[in-house]
């Protein structure tokens, strides 16, 4: 499972969200004139597109024209996620289940702010759009090469979901981004600032597809061991190697030599324990969407420091 949040450089989330949005409806263009897929997110699954706009659009109270106004979400399973849905569920029914997961994710998001007041999806202003496909890009290495074409279709199973969070919570009072990872001054500057633990985030997407659809996942494909490949010292690296291995004998019955220690996977996850398994449309209600102006704290923090930095500056 693969979760990335995308800043301002490709989603250009400083002005409206018109662009992305006609953007995330290029499948429908291509291929579902006649039964396009729709956005959805907690409460409802049929949302037009510019229903999913203006929603963004209107909730930037005391944003900045500088100011990120929404971030991108990419939630991206592995093929071998979405043979096991499809197998689980089929064609329809994995696709009614990853609209679902996504409800999930977005409550993860809303909970790692470690806000009193910002406690699941309910508390987002946030729309997504499920898409079959993914298109060879300038970068990849096959066009480079010459191999494919930049727009070409990629192969293989590439269900995935792209979701748009405002930057500002429900009652369009809160500031609340994901690239904030200053820890603060203290623990309690951090919580009221709402800083965003990004790695306990992406691990969480993992751990909540396995809970939810009782996937057996093996060490090999977990974000444990990439990140130890990846970043682990040689040691770590020789470490985890063992236990997949290990792991691997298992699986084809071969017996273990002795036992090794569970590894500890995720750390700071909320925990979801029950399955889903009804349709997607079986578990949302109406849309609710109360935008208000008020005072917003970290806004004030923010033109102090500017004025701050302003004083230092001229001192010189």
């Given at each position: 499972m693969f979760i990335n949040i995308t800043d301002s450089k490709e989603?250009?989330?400083k002005g409206s969200s018109s662009g992305l949005v006609h953007y995330l409806e290029k499948e429908n263009r291509i291929y579902n004139?006649?039964?396009?897929?729709?956005w959805f997110n907690g409460?409802?699954?049929?949302?037009?597109?510019?229903?999913?706009?203006?929603?963004?659009?209107?909730?930037?109270?005391k944003l900045g024209k500088d100011d990120a106004k929404f971030f991108l979400l990419n939630i991206s399973p592995s093929q071998k996620e979405i043979a096991f849905l499809k197998e689980q569920y089929g064609e329809g029914g994995?696709?009614?289940?990853?609209?679902?997961?996504?409800?999930?994710v977005m409550d993860a998001y809303a909970q790692n702010f470690k806000r009193e007041s910002i406690n699941s999806h309910e508390d987002l202003i946030w729309f997504g759009k499920l898409e079959n496909y993914r298109y060879y890009t300038h970068n990849d290495p096959d066009v480079k090469q010459g191999i494919k074409k930049r727009g070409d279709r990629k192969e293989g199973e590439q269900m995935h979901v792209q979701v748009i969070v405002s930057r500002k919570d429900a009652t369009n009072k809160i500031k609340l981004s994901p690239m904030n990872t200053s820890r603060g001054k203290n623990e309690d500057h951090s919580k009221k600032m709402g800083q965003f633990d990004r790695v306990a985030f992406?691990?969480?997407?993992?751990?909540?597809?396995?809970?939810?659809f009782e996937f057996d996942r093996q060490l090999k494909d977990t974000m444990a061991y990439a990140n130890a490949q990846k970043n682990g010292s040689l040691a770590e690296r020789i470490q985890i190697g063992t236990w997949a291995q290990e792991e691997?004998?298992?699986?084809?019955?071969i017996s273990l030599a002795e036992d090794q220690p569970d590894m500890e996977l995720a750390l700071r996850i909320?925990?979801?324990?029950?399955?889903?398994?009804?349709?997607?449309?079986?578990?949302?209600?109406p849309i609710h969407v109360d935008i208000k102006d008020d005072v917003d704290d970290e806004a004030i923090h923010g033109r102090n420091r500017h004025?701050?930095?302003q004083a230092r500056t001229n001192t010189r």
């Open positions: 989603a250009a989330n004139n006649d039964e396009p897929e729709y409460q409802q699954v049929r949302i037009d597109p510019y229903v999913a706009m203006r929603a963004i659009d209107n909730n930037i109270a994995a696709k009614d289940q990853m609209k679902g997961f996504a409800v999930r992406k691990q969480c997407g993992e751990t909540l597809f396995d809970e939810l691997e004998a298992k699986h084809s019955g909320h925990p979801y324990s029950p399955i889903i398994d009804q349709s997607f449309y079986d578990f949302i209600g004025r701050k930095r």
